[in-house]
């Protein structure tokens, strides 16, 4: 091949990348936004909530169109602008409502964007439902991203994180601080977070990957709802929505659900439901429970009901006798057990453990067994660390970065635990029982 040939073939491909990058109609790029999320308000086998983050000189990207694979697009819907906390970035979100389960749809922001896409929740578990459960994502963000991969090689349908997400504390940049160096933060941590979830949580053909959370100590200005040694510009504690919005900022402007006060329910058909939960962050748990066995009582029909929060009733690392801990076996574990919930998903303390089937504070055929202990991206502690006795109540633990994989199929229930490396580190197979 001539010396001239092999440059006209370079500059051809170059000409043919460049072309690819701009819009068909102009000289313009296509669009990407820099920060894009999913989840929901509604059933998720009818709706879908888009998140896209646009900068200060983007704000007319405030569009969205979608359509079915290979359909019509629709006329333009116009995005609920959101203020993103201590940020020049804007929040445009769109609540899709009326799409048909286990359907892919298309969406876009312009006809000059970037063409992702996103599939509902089917109508019924007569095909495998894929959920990867975890919390505690981003010590690093290499850390979140590893897990998943890891995660995503398992053709999800959702992610559900139990608290401590970016691990901003509520605070402006400036007061945030670098894990390693202790140093101020130049960016927001929670650009990192939506980079990484951009960056792994999206297939080669443009699938997003919805997720679904709770709140954490580390998405509350303090951690807790009764702590007195914040800033003296930090309010003090009050039941008020003006309230929980200065003190968790991020969490109740990034996230939909569960939105405000802090805690709330998601039903998927009349298959699955998880309950959402508040561990003293900015809901004392006390508050919860007369709602939490009212939505309890009306999900007797549901097979797979699933609470999830962030601090453990039954830690693998801190003490059984912290008081957060105690108050949740106090106050909730009895309404489990009265509702005759079979497994419950825990987060905060760096580990993984699966409980024995435990009622009546004791290890029982016909108990709850509880699933955690987030440690999604990261530093790991060693199991019973800061226990003042032994865990009595431990069936598996490990000291490793991992997901939970729930399979949910009819009403067969399988959990595998695999780790940032692939590795299996637990398996629970579960039929569901008759009780519910």
Known sequence: MSFFRICFLLLFGVFVGCAQAQNLQGDAPFYDPVGLYLTWQED??????????????????????????????????????????????????????????????????????????????????????????????????????????????????????????????????ERQRHRDTQTPRVENQWYSFFEAYKNTLITEDYRVIPM??????????????????RRPDDPPYSDTDEWKQIVAPYFFSLFATPGLPGYGLLDF??????????????????????????????????????????????????????????????????????????VVFEAHDHAYKRTHPIRDGRVAANGIVYIGDGAWGTVEREIGSRQSHEAWYIAEAAAKRHFILMTLHGTHRHFKMISSKGEVIDEYPQLQSPGR
């Open 212 to 229: 679904v959370v709770t709140i954490g100590n580390h998405e509350v200005r303090g951690g807790y709802y009764f702590r007195d040694d």
């Open 269 to 342: 058909g009349d298959y699955l439901s998880l309950i959402l939960l508040d561990t003293d962050h900015v809901n004392p748990i006390e508050n919860q429970n007369d709602w939490l066995r009212q939505v309890l009582l009306e999900r007797s029909h549901i097979p797979h009901v699933f609470p999830g929060y962030h601090v453990p009733a039954y830690p693998s690392v801190r003490d059984y006798n912290d008081d957060v801990q105690a108050r949740v076996r106090a106050n909730w574990v009895p309404i489990f057990e009265e509702m005759n919930v079979e």
């Open 44 to 173: 998720p086998t009818s709706s879908m909530s888009i998140d896209w983050h646009v900068l200060e000189d983007e704000l007319n990207r405030n569009t969205l169109q979608y359509r079915e694979l290979g359909g019509s697009w629709s006329s333009e819907i116009e995005a609920d602008a959101i203020d993103f906390p201590f940020s020049r970035r804007t929040i445009h979100r769109v609540n899709l409502t009326g799409l048909e389960p286990a359907t892919i749809y298309e969406f876009r922001f312009g006809e000059s964007s970037k063409v992702y896409n996103f599939r509902t929740m089917p109508a019924d578990l007569s095909t495998p439902v894929r959920v990867a459960v975890g919390g505690d994502t981003m010590h690093r963000q290499r850390w979140m991203e590893k897990t998943a991969r890891q995660a995503m090689k398992y053709d999800l349908d959702f992610v559900f994180i139990l608290g401590d997400l970016a691990y901003a504390d509520g605070l402006p940049p």
